[in-house]
Nanobody, 124 residues
Framework: QVQLVESGGGLVQAGGSLRLSCAAS????????MGWFRQAPGKEREFVAA????????RYADSVKGRFTISRDNAKNTMYLQMNSLKPEDTAVYYC?????????????????WGQGTQVTVSS
């Protein structure tokens, strides 16, 4: 069982930066593949980024490639999403997710555990 808690969201102007964190409970965090998803008002939840348990593999949605960086610190049971050059269309609730297994996973139904989300609002 893994519990996930996101933090770091907030209000930022376009072009600004934020760093989201996802703190995980449990002693087996390092064995979990992790991901970030987001859901804007009136839209479906969508994939943002994913990272393998070893950090050797990462994947990004085309819309955030080159602007966002996913990382993790297994010693701290924490995953991060550094978001730079933010745009108004990045406004959404951001969720972290986890599952066992190697590799990276891009689909919502591939993940077992979810956090409650953190709001990111980018003003123009």
């Amino acid at each position: 069982q893994v519990q996930l808690v996101e933090s770091g969201g907030g209000l930022v102007q376009a072009g600004g930066s934020l760093r989201l964190s996802c703190a995980a409970s449990g002693r087996t965090f390092s064995s979990y593949a992790m991901g970030w998803f987001r859901q804007a008002p009136g839209k479906e939840r969508e994939f943002v980024a994913a990272i393998a348990w070893s950090s050797r593999s990462t994947r990004y949605a085309d819309s955030v490639k080159g602007r966002f960086t996913i990382s993790r610190d297994n010693a701290k049971n924490t995953m991060y999403l550094q978001m730079n050059s933010l745009k108004p269309e990045d406004t959404a609730v951001y969720y972290c997710a986890a599952r066992t297994g190697t590799g990276t996973f891009l689909r919502i139904n591939e993940y077992t555990y979810w956090g409650q989300g953190t709001q990111v609002t980018v003003s123009s």
